[in-house]
């Protein structure tokens, strides 16, 4: 089981910026896609962004144009800068890495963002 751990979360008002890290214990890199979704009760957990093994990416679009997804050059983690951060953004960030073989998953515990003024 690939272990997940979220960090970068934090308090910001609106216009604020923060980068969100996710690191994993897995070792080869192009065999995991890995994504960031966030969860808001009672709204269902959403997907957010993803970057697949080879480089393909997607996004919400509803954050398109102020989030930017990236992952390490060498080692399996991910990144999502966020930019002019807004109060819908408030959530719980959560990183998940799939195997892109045995399709297993997993998930980190999370870490919080809020914005608010």
């Known amino acids: 089981q690939v272990q997940v751990v979220e960090s970068g979360g934090g308090s910001v008002q609106p216009g604020g910026s923060l980068n969100l890290s996710c690191t994993t214990t897995?070792?080869?890199?192009?065999?995991?896609?890995l994504s960031w979704y966030r969860e808001a009760p009672p709204k269902d957990r959403e997907f957010v962004a993803s970057v697949g093994g080879g480089g393909r990416v997607r996004y919400l679009e509803a954050v398109k144009e102020r989030f930017t997804i990236s992952r390490d050059k060498v080692e399996v983690a991910v990144y999502l800068q966020m930019n002019n951060l807004q109060p819908e953004d408030t959530a719980t960030y959560y990183c998940?890495?799939?195997?892109?073989?045995?399709?297993?998953?997993?998930w980190g515990r999370g870490t919080l963002v809020t914005v608010s003024s």
């Open positions: 998940q890495a799939q195997n892109r073989w045995t399709r297993v998953k997993s």
């Open positions: 897995a070792y080869t890199s192009n065999s995991y896609d």
